[in-house]
């Protein structure tokens, strides 16, 4: 049975702690003040994480490729299913976009030197090698993701949050996911392409987050990311897609669409949970003794009440050759 990391996320104090930021920066804490002067000198990026979504949004049907701006993955009922889409904002009026029509790229100016710091050992690079950085906080000229659960229906139906599942990484580098807290705390890695198994970001309702996302090689990189959760009426939802990225001046994100179309769905059975199926599975593997043990002991009923039968049929035999022999003797 695999095993699941399970990282809380602390979002208010998340959202406190944005500033400018590069790979082994510490964040700045801005000032909390929530005075209307002190709104109207807001930042884009204190504004972005800020945010409050409509039902008024559509949802994009063409495919796009995002160099720049705010973009957040996140569920949203989409004619009533549940499904991972990107929240895209980067332009003037926001729109929901399914993750296999976009391309997040990150070109050469995401590229940061990695920090001689014992601390950052988990990027898998020696100390002041450059790898590409999708930063926590918005860079000029880098797309800025993020994950949100802040669809209006996905408010009112979930329970208490969601859970963002990184299942796997394809592409000619390692991954990680990471948070800075702002704290002089260090590095909180969410997501390293070195585990195996399945790692898991909680997610409360109506949250609003960023991270860094570190790339170590140019390339197209394919990152698949499961949500699922619990809605308020008890029923589990869950939905499988990939993360689709560009790295690097050299890599064309016309091709990231070619290789994806290789790739096939990424998607398990809908509404079909995998710490369900790991239940499942170890159920099964714990049942398969018991049937043995109990093949076992009919087997050995059988060979038992045949080794009686065969006494009994001996022992009559017995007696009747004892009769016929008295019948004789009595002649």
């Known amino acids: 049975m695999r095993k699941h990391h399970k990282i809380a996320i602390q979002v208010l104090a998340l959202a406190l702690s944005f500033g400018p930021v590069g790979l082994g920066q510490a964040l700045a804490l801005p000032d909390p003040s929530d005075t209307p002067s002190a709104r109207a000198n807001q930042s884009v990026e204190d504004k972005a994480l800020e945010q409050k979504l409509s039902t008024e ?6 495919r796009i490729v995002i160099d720049h701006g705010h973009v957040d993955m996140g569920p949203k009922f ?4 549940w499904a991972l889409m990107i929240h895209d904002d980067h332009n003037r009026e926001p729109v929901w976009r399914r993750p296999s029509d976009v391309v997040l790229r990150a070109g050469d100016a995401a590229r940061l030197p990695t920090p001689d710091d014992p601390h950052y050992h988990f990027v898998g690079v020696p100390a002041g090698q450059d790898v590409y950085v999708v930063p926590q906080t918005e860079a000029q000229g880098v797309v800025w993701p993020g ?3 802040q669809d209006p229906e996905v408010q009112n139906r979930l329970g208490t949050g969601a859970t963002l599942t990184f299942e796997g990484v394809e592409g000619p580098g390692r991954f990680n996911l990471y948070l800075e807290n ?3 705390s260090g590095p909180q890695v969410l997501w390293d392409s070195d585990k ?3 790692q898991d970001i909680w997610v409360p309702s109506n949250t609003h987050t960023h991270a860094n996302w570190v790339f170590t090689e140019p390339g197209t990189y394919f990152v698949t990311v499961r949500v699922h959760g619990k809605l308020s009426d008890g029923t589990e939802v869950s939905d499988t897609q990939r993360l689709q990225f560009a790295i690097g001046d050299s890599t064309d994100p016309n091709q990231v669409f070619d290789k994806a179309g290789l790739l096939g769905d990424p998607s398990p059975p809908e509404n079909v949970d ?5 239940a499942k599975n170890e159920a099964q593997a714990l049942s398969a003794p018991v049937i043995v043990l109990v093949l076992v002991i009919l087997v050995g009923a059988g060979v038992l009440l ?6 009994r049929r001996a022992k009559k035999a017995s007696l009747n050759r004892r009769r016929h022999a008295g019948s004789v003797h009595d002649r």
């Open 147 to 149: 994950w949100n659960t």
């Open 78 to 81: 989409v004619d009533g299913a």
């Open 57 to 62: 949004e559509k949802v994009g049907h063409e």
């Open 306 to 311: 045949l080794w009686v039968g065969r006494g």
């Open 274 to 278: 995998r710490h369900d199926e790991d």
């Open 182 to 184: 702002g704290n002089f």
């Open 196 to 198: 195996e198994e399945p």
